[in-house]
Each structure stands twice: as structure tokens, then as C-alpha cells.
């Protein structure tokens, strides 16, 4: 069964502009979180989606954004880049829609902002 | 706010010898705590986890103990290996009233381990 992916693994941007970053769960997987991780602040969950809707949201301003399709793959949104938004963000799928169940991680988008 | 923590940022051991990785946590109201390895450009790996009713569980050459009373949590890693040279973060999560966790883990801020053969 593969893994969970992302696009694109790096990119470059600059400051004021936007960017979409994208996930798709392992097969069969209907929960998917997101996470940046920086040097400094370590790894932050930004939010979850289950069956296209947002259920959790972490402490980020509202530049970041994100939505889940019926196929259960996702996108995240950073508006109005920062310099403080460079970072690897991750994304990481599960299966239950309830309790607690392992979270599988993909390789995360490498983000840089100049 | 909540937080788990690490006591140390680094570990260097010999190949073979046993690795202890600890873990402060913060929140009593944790249902589960996760051990995470990440290795240079990847994404963390599971490793093993442990109900906060537990004290010990035991995996292929992994151990974790949590110690309540203290909030502490550790892993312990038998005969090390080159291979096992990461970073090491503990997560924990915590359910919501109907059991659901909403995917929120809060992670540490790491270990690096270094093993030398």
C-alpha cells in the first residue's frame, strides 16, 4: 500500500505571495492532519479533516487554510507568505473517524519563503 | 499553555548500548502518549505509543515507560544501532469528551540521537 504523499517536496516563494500545498492519505485513509515543524517552534498541528470537513484547528492566523476533497485528498493554503512561514510542513493521514489511531506522516513540502 | 517537553536535545552512544530517550509532559488529562523517530528528510515515523493507564509496553527492541506521578515518559532503545540515529520526538493526545481525538497531537521538541559504530 503507498505511503502518504505530498507535493511538491520543495518550494520557493516570496514574501506576499500565496501558496497551495497538497496531501494525499494512504488509501482507505479519511482523517487528514496537518503540521509545520521549524527549528524554533518544533512541530505545530495546524488543523484536521475528516470527510471534507475541518473538525480541529490549531493557534495559526487565518492565512493558513486548508479543505479536504471527497477522495480524501487534501490542500492547505498559506496566504500572504511570511518569512516566518518557511518551514517543512507535514501532512498525515489515519484511519478512525473516532478515538485515537496511528498517525502516518508523508515526507512534508519544504517550504521557503524570501 | 500545554506542552511536552525533553530534558535533553542530544545522545551520542556506542553501537550496542542501550538508549534512554526521556519526555516531561505538562497535561494530566493525556489519554495517550507517542513515541515518533525522524530521520533526515523524512516525516516522523511511529514508533510505539502507550495508554495513559499504562506504565510500560514493549515493542521490538523499544520499551516506554510513563511515570505519572512525575509526568514523565521515556523510551528506551536495546542495542542500539547505527540505524536508529534520528530524531526522537514524544506526542501526546488527548480525547475528546466522545472519545474522539481530532487528530491534535502535541509534540516535544526532540532528541537528537547519534549512535557510533
Known amino acids: 500500500k503507498a505511503g502518504v504523499t505530498q507535493t511538491p517536496r520543495y518550494l520557493i516563494k516570496t514574501r506576499g505571495q500565496q501558496v497551495t500545498l497538497s496531501c494525499s492519505p494512504i488509501?482507505?485513509?479519511?482523517?487528514v492532519s496537518w503540521y509545520q515543524q521549524t527549528p524554533g517552534q518544533g512541530l505545530q498541528f495546524l488543523f484536521e479533516?475528516?470527510?471534507?470537513?475541518?473538525?480541529n484547528k490549531g493557534n495559526f492566523p487565518g492565512r493558513f487554510s486548508g479543505r479536504q476533497f471527497s477522495n480524501s485528498r487534501s490542500e492547505m493554503n498559506v496566504s500572504t507568505l511570511e518569512l516566518g512561514d518557511s518551514a517543512l510542513y507535514l501532512c498525515?493521514?489515519?484511519?478512525?473517524?473516532?478515538?485515537?489511531?496511528?498517525?502516518?506522516f508523508g515526507p512534508g513540502t519544504r517550504l521557503t519563503v524570501l | 499553555g500545554e506542552s511536552v517537553g525533553l530534558h535533553l536535545p542530544t545522545l551520542s552512544v556506542q553501537e550496542g548500548d542501550n538508549s534512554i530517550i526521556n519526555c516531561a509532559y505538562s497535561?494530566?488529562?493525556?489519554?495517550?502518549f507517542i513515541w515518533y523517530k525522524q530521520e533526515s528528510g523524512k516525516g516522523p515515523q511511529f514508533i510505539i505509543d502507550?495508554?495513559?493507564?499504562?506504565d510500560k509496553r514493549q515493542g521490538q527492541r523499544v520499551t516506554v515507560l510513563l511515570n505519572k506521578t512525575v509526568k514523565h515518559l521515556s523510551l528506551q532503545i536495546a542495542a542500539t544501532q547505527p540505524g536508529d540515529s534520528a530524531v526522537y520526538f514524544c506526542?501526546?493526545?488527548?480525547?475528546?469528551?466522545?472519545?474522539?481525538?481530532?487528530?491534535?497531537?502535541?509534540f516535544g521538541q526532540g532528541t537528537i540521537l547519534t549512535v557510533h559504530p
Open positions: 479533516y475528516f470527510s471534507e470537513t475541518q473538525r
Open positions: 498525515a493521514s489515519s484511519t478512525l473517524r473516532d478515538s485515537y489511531n496511528e498517525q502516518f
Open positions: 488509501s482507505g485513509h479519511r482523517s
Open positions: 502507550i495508554r495513559s493507564n499504562m
Open positions: 497535561n494530566s488529562a493525556s489519554d495517550y
Open positions: 506526542a501526546e493526545i488527548s480525547l475528546a469528551a466522545g472519545g474522539t481525538s481530532y487528530g491534535k497531537l502535541t
